[in-house]
């Protein structure tokens, strides 16, 4: 029987004790695959649907080949093949077959350069792009003429942002709806600290026309949504994909293919990135790749999972390359190819994406012909989406306070990761890692009051759906998690 090793991706390996490679025999993908899940019972809940097929946002590959152009589970694997399982993480195949993408040069995105010249600054702040005959004044002309949209001015746009105004491309748009905060200068380099609690665009503004006062930079405040993003998107040569939710990464996937526009896909979990060039036109679109976003729940949020901060300045880093290299119309662009980064290994793999001949969107014969609205299912949101068995029994700050202090008070059950009970947990609590309780339920005694609380309220709810389903009757959820009992009961705690 061959012996293969199978990779584990960073937000899977918490179910397969940490491993970030299994070593297993089998015959085929297949059963490759099903005798990991058969090892690890939470991740095989993960990959496989109640009918035991894989589920369709998690892909496999077998050496740099995903196996759904070749045999599926059927493919056949040989003595040290490496298969790897990739999922659709949020907080990112050419039409001609096996061939290579069509060169970039080909691509009309961009209008023709105009013919007015750049001035005597310009040829001195461009100077060293002008000495590049891949660049040159002509090239120079055409980034100052570029449109490039970025959704999202977080960890991924601030890097690509600073480096796209450094270059001089013309006109930047920036999606965002946040304000600056102390736990986003670890890595949102665009931002500093005299900038907390203004809006992000406002600061991302200041910042980059200091950097470079010719650049056009377009604060564009709000939420994507399936009304607006066609609209957004439709005035920008490029889009680039910083987001750290699936409902707006398909969003801006639909749109771009919609729109006939290249995305410049990028995203992060812990120590691991992946970045991509979807352009329907050319190649695969995100769909191709992940037909659609997982069920709540089942992907860690980046406030769950954490970053290592310099991970998105990397692959922020390599979306503005691709960016850059769309505008000038130079160079291999990274259509059809998954770059895939575990900083930890210091490792890049790349994997193929090719198109998918029954994609719903951009196949010949789509049947999505519109935008989708997914419910947003980061943090609190994913409360009301936590299970289809009704709402989940909620406990606010307030009454969980003034139960507290009563005759009987409720256990405090905390669902959260050790790291984060390292840094702030309440009085009384027990720790349970969500993932842990379906085998620590027997120290949870029915007969008592439960109350359990994760940062937000999302991962709670959640676990509440879980004991509620297992036939536990007296549990709630904490409304708003630790971090609206910090703002609202006790303000001496610390919030992440
Ligand atoms: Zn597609």
Request: hydrophobic content about 40%; aromatic content about 6%.
């Amino acid at each position: 029987m061959p012996r293969v090793s199978v990779r584990i991706p960073t937000p899977l390996r918490g179910m397969v004790d940490g491993r970030s490679e299994v070593a297993v025999e089998g015959a085929t993908v297949g059963a490759v695959v099903a005798e990991v899940a058969a090892t690890y019972p939470a991740l095989k809940k993960h990959l496989f649907s109640a009918d035991g097929t894989l589920r369709n946002f998690v892909t496999v590959y077998l050496n740099d080949e995903d196996v759904r152009s070749l045999a599926r589970d059927a493919t056949p694997v040989r003595d040290d093949d490496v298969v790897s399982i990739v999922p659709a993480i949020a907080g990112g195949a050419p039409a001609e077959g096996a061939g290579r993408p069509s060169p970039l040069t080909a691509l009309p995105m961009v209008a023709e350069p105009p013919a007015d010249r750049l001035d005597r600054e310009e040829l001195r702040r461009y100077s060293r792009h002008l000495l590049l005959p891949e660049v040159g004044v002509e090239g120079q002309k055409r980034l100052r003429r570029s449109k490039v949209l970025l959704v999202g001015a977080g960890g991924l746009g601030s890097p690509t942002a600073l480096y796209l105004a450094a270059a001089g491309v013309g006109e930047i748009g920036l999606v965002d709806f946040d304000e600056v905060d102390l736990s986003n200068l670890q890595r949102q380099v665009l931002y500093s600290t005299a900038d907390l609690g203004r809006p992000k665009l406002e600061a991302a503004r200041d910042r980059l026309t200091g950097l470079n006062p010719g650049v056009k930079v377009v604060p564009i405040s709000g939420h994507l949504s399936s009304e607006n993003a066609m609209d957004v998107l439709r005035p920008y040569d490029v889009v680039v994909d910083g987001t750290d939710n699936f409902p707006t990464r398909y969003l801006v996937n639909d749109a771009c293919v919609l729109l006939g526009k290249p995305n410049v896909y990028g995203s992060i979990y812990r120590f691991e990135g992946q970045a991509s060039v979807f352009d329907a036109r050319h190649g695969p679109c995100y769909r191709c790749l992940y037909p659609e976003p997982p069920p709540p729940g089942l992907v860690p949020s980046c406030a769950e999972g954490g970053v290592l901060g310099v991970l998105p300045g990397l692959i922020g880093l390599v979306q503005a390359t691709e960016t850059v290299k769309l505008l000038l119309g130079r160079g291999e662009p990274l259509i059809g190819r998954l770059l895939l980064y575990d900083a930890m290994a210091m490792r890049f793999r790349e994997l193929r994406v090719r198109k998918d001949p029954d994609c719903v969107l951009c196949s010949s014969h789509p049947t999505q012909t519109g935008l989708i609205d997914y419910p947003a299912f980061c943090g609190v949101a994913a409360s009301a989406s936590a299970g289809a068995g009704g709402a989940i029994p909620e406990i606010t700050p307030e009454e969980l306070r003034d139960e507290l202090a009563g005759a009987e008070p409720p256990l405090l059950v905390d669902v959260r990761e050790p790291n984060e009970w390292a840094i702030v947990h309440l009085d009384g609590a027990k720790l349970i890692p969500r993932a842990e309780l379906p085998d620590r339920l027997q120290e949870l005694t029915s007969a008592r009051e439960l109350v359990l609380y994760c940062r937000s309220g999302g991962r709670s709810a959640q676990a509440t759906r879980l004991l509620l389903d297992l036939g536990f009757t007296h549990v709630r959820s904490l409304a708003g998690g630790i971090t609206a009992w910090a703002q609202r009961i006790d303000p001496s705690l610390p919030t992440y």
